[in-house]
């Protein structure tokens, strides 16, 4: 028993022991920690490289201390305070002396253009050093370099026209404006009429500006624009019935079937509608487009049967499909 005590308490002095080394060391480790040091000269240093065509990698070097957030940049090369903005940036906090970031132009608004880029990093005072001790004595900070950018591999010129045609559409066009589809494409280039989605409407839009007026064709008057091309895709085409073992009837490939009460329609791409049920009278008579059934025609003609009406394919999965889209 007395073994054992001797053992009991060797051990809890051997623990003690070790429990009071560890204040010193740590008093030691505070003391040899060295204060921010506001820097005689301040500086910001950037490298660009274009890792692929929309992708560029910033190496930023810094003598300030942390923390600093900076704005990276990649704009054009050249622009004047009147052009239309091309180029994109982010905010990037500083880790270090270094530090690497990749910036993806892909995420820009509108996709850049090929063309001569400035790589910039600017420290702004007034926000980018927030938390930092010597916050509001750091004076703005900029740097730049020069790459060369693939982007879109679409023209600068292309780019410049384009937004300015967006920005006409933005200042001048206005709901209940009457339509006038050659004046608008005197301004903005030729345009592609689709299905809206927006009821009664067509989609008028114009790459050439990359925009979309939606268009009442009851009123003939614009309802409202929409950035990028807002024509509605068909939902419905002989390639997607044929796929799912159902008869398409018509003489078109694809269009846009509704329902409105229980009157079935089916617009054409050109944005022409056509009753697809007897409820449907108010719309232009569907035989314009109702395919022939050729096939059923020349057995009967085999089989010695002469006139009679002419047979065309059964609509019936049509108007079963319309069905679903009736309220």
């Not at 204040?23 to 500086?43: F, L």
């Not at 903005?85 to 892909?106: A, C, H, M, Q, R």
């Not at 008028?204 to 950035?227: C, H, I, Q």
Request: charged share 20%; hydrophobic share 35%; net charge positive.
């Amino acid at each position: 028993m007395q073994k054992l005590g001797v053992i009991l308490t060797a051990t809890a002095m051997s623990v003690g022991a070790t429990g009071c080394s560890k204040v010193p060391e740590a008093k030691q480790e505070a003391a040899s920690a060295k204060p921010a040091v506001m820097p005689g000269k301040p500086s910001l240093t950037v490298l660009a490289k274009m890792l692929n065509g929309k992708r560029v990698e910033f190496t930023i070097g810094t003598n300030l201390p942390m923390p600093i957030e900076v704005i990276v940049s990649v704009d054009l090369h050249g622009q004047k305070d009147s052009d239309s903005y091309i180029g994109y940036s982010e905010n990037v906090k500083l880790i270090g002396e270094k530090t690497v970031f990749v910036v993806d132009t892909t995420k820009a608004t509108r996709p850049l253009p090929k063309g001569s880029y400035d790589a910039t990093v600017r420290f702004v005072p007034r926000w980018g050093a927030a938390g930092n001790p010597f916050d509001g004595k750091i004076p703005e900070l900029f740097a730049e370099t020069h790459l060369d950018l693939t982007g879109s591999g679409g023209s600068v010129s292309d780019e410049q026209r384009s937004r300015q045609r967006q920005g006409w559409v933005m200042e001048n066009v206005v709901s209940g404006m009457r339509w006038n589809q050659s004046a608008v494409e005197g301004r903005l280039g030729k345009s592609i009429r689709g299905a809206s989605e927006l009821g009664q409407h067509e989609t008028y839009y114009f790459p050439g500006a990359d925009m979309s007026l939606l268009v009442n064709r009851l009123t003939n008057e614009v309802t409202t624009w929409r950035k990028g091309n807002a024509i509605v895709p068909p939902n419905a085409s002989r390639a997607t019935f044929v796929a799912r073992g159902l008869n398409w009837p018509l003489t078109v490939d694809a269009g846009y079937l509704g329902c409105t009460g229980s009157a079935i329609y089916f617009t054409t791409l050109d944005g022409v509608s056509y009753g697809v049920n007897g409820a449907a009278a108010q719309y232009k008579n569907i035989k314009t487009i109702w395919a022939s059934d050729k096939k059923m025609m020349g057995e009967l003609r085999a089989a010695g049967v002469k006139g009679g009406q002419e047979l065309r394919v059964n609509i019936g999965d049509m108007i079963a499909e319309g069905q679903k889209l009736c309220s």
